[in-house]
């Protein structure tokens, strides 16, 4: 889940016991284990900042 009013994400993950944990990440690296992947945040964002200013107008 990516948040829009602020820069944050949340991952949703089912544990080995099948509960459902959530992992939320603030102006902070994303960090993807099982497929080896990790980027910043701001890579989710980049270039919304001028979407939003122009639909605002």
């Known amino acids: 889940m990516?948040?829009?009013?602020?820069q944050n994400v949340a991952r949703r993950r089912?544990?080995?016991t099948s509960v459902w944990e959530t992992?939320?990440?603030e102006s902070d690296m994303v960090i993807l284990k099982?497929?080896?992947?990790?980027?910043p945040i701001s890579e989710l964002?980049?270039?919304l900042?001028?979407?939003v200013?122009?639909?605002?107008?």
């Open 23 to 25: 992992i939320a990440y």
């Open 34 to 39: 099982i497929i080896d992947l990790r980027f």
């Open 53 to 57: 200013t122009e639909n605002n107008r």
């Open 45 to 47: 964002y980049r270039g």
């Open 49 to 51: 900042d001028t979407l």
């Open 2 to 6: 990516i948040a829009v009013e602020s």
């Open 14 to 16: 089912r544990t080995s």
